[in-house]
């Protein structure tokens, strides 16, 4: 290899643009950044001379120049969850609309993580925050009180918390499921959900399930988010001498979990046991039997909260609290219960 091979030579510079172009380096910014305003052939020229020299604009340079870093960052607690996978794909989409790129990074659902990591993005400049839950720690409210940075609250809806919330309410969906069992007759239901440690959104749902049981038994099992979890859990249910008519999952992962544990052991679903799950994603409406579940706006979620936090980083407006509808999704995992005299 020699010194004349092209691998070998320095990476173009605006200067170098410029020289070549016979224009100066403001004129070849103008190009990049308002080419509207650049006479025709000057245009051509600059751009003749980027593709002969292969520049390509350095982000950080571009950023000093605009004062724009045109990014934001999103914190959730994992990437292990289809629920967050199409959250953040409708999110990146629409906020590719409007000139955003997004950077994510993860939480565990640890507080001082997210405060850590929502200063680590502040810090190389992000515009904007999504984040997921309304409980943050004191030390992530005063990052945002200090650096005036849009921030928004996502998979929760709460009009009273000091950050704008764009998401369903937890406690409502809950509600919906629980209530399709007991409309179907079932008396004896167990409540399957994730962890509770630093998660309002299962507190939040099992806090609306335990205001509306009435006079049906209702016990529940904890176990972590997967399909191994809601197996574990299928193991535990069915162990119980006081087997329940009816399962009731806060998440669809655990609810397929639960699904392939009660047929392992033999179980029938819905014909022994109703199974319903808790947020519709794409797998459980082939599972077989197909699940009843409620249905979680997630990517319209995205979809909002992109276009709020672009609206708010481009006319420093805030925008409002926005609730969005979770809906019933009847299919094949639950049946009327012909015990009880309902």
């Not at 308002?34 to 390509?56: M, W, Y």
């Not at 629920?83 to 659902?109: C, H, N, P, Q």
């Not at 399957?192 to 309002?200: C, F, I, L, Q, Y």
């Not at 992109?306 to 609206?311: N, P, T």
Request: with cysteine; net charge positive; hydrophobic share 45%.
């Amino acid at each position: 290899m020699t010194q004349k091979d092209p691998a070998l030579k320095k990476r173009a510079n605006l200067r170098d643009v410029a020289k070549a172009a016979g224009v100066s380096v403001a004129t070849v910014s103008r190009v990049l950044n308002e080419p509207g305003v650049v006479k025709k052939d000057t245009l051509e020229r600059v751009q003749k001379a980027i593709a002969e020299l292969r520049f390509v604009p350095s982000a950080a340079a571009r950023a000093i120049n605009s004062g724009r870093t045109r990014f934001v960052g999103a914190l959730i607690p994992t990437l292990d969850n289809a629920i967050f996978a199409r959250f953040l794909a409708a999110l990146e989409r629409r906020l590719s609309e409007d000139g955003l790129s997004l950077i994510v990074a993860t939480t565990e659902s640890d507080l001082d993580v997210e405060a850590k990591k929502a200063k680590g993005l502040v810090d190389i400049g992000a515009e904007g925050l999504i984040v997921t839950g309304a409980t943050h720690g004191a030390e992530f409210y005063d990052l945002i009180e200090r650096t005036m940075i849009p921030a928004i609250i996502t998979s929760y809806f709460d009009d009273t918390n000091p950050l704008p919330t764009i998401g369903y309410d937890n406690k409502a969906a809950a509600q919906l499921a629980l209530q399709h069992l007991i409309d179907l007759g079932h008396r004896r239901i167990a409540v399957v959900h994730g962890p509770v440690h630093n998660n309002d959104r299962t507190l939040a749902r099992l806090s609306g399930l335990h205001s509306v049981h009435k006079n049906r038994e209702l016990t529940t099992v904890e176990t972590e988010i997967s399909l191994r979890g809601g197996a574990e859990a299928a193991a535990k249910i069915v162990s119980n001498s006081n087997k329940p008519d009816a399962i009731l999952c806060l998440s669809d992962v655990v609810a397929l979990g639960v699904l392939f544990g009660l047929q392992s052991k033999g179980l029938r679903v819905p014909d022994e046991v109703s199974l319903m799950g808790l947020d519709d994603l794409p797998s459980s409406a082939v599972a077989v039997p197909s699940l009843t579940t409620v249905h979680l706006p997630v990517s319209r979620m995205g979809e909002r909260s992109a276009s709020a936090l672009a609206r708010w980083i481009s006319t420093q407006k805030r925008p409002e609290a926005e609730k969005l509808e979770a809906r019933l999704i009847k299919r094949n995992s639950t049946i009327r219960n012909t015990v009880f005299n309902t």
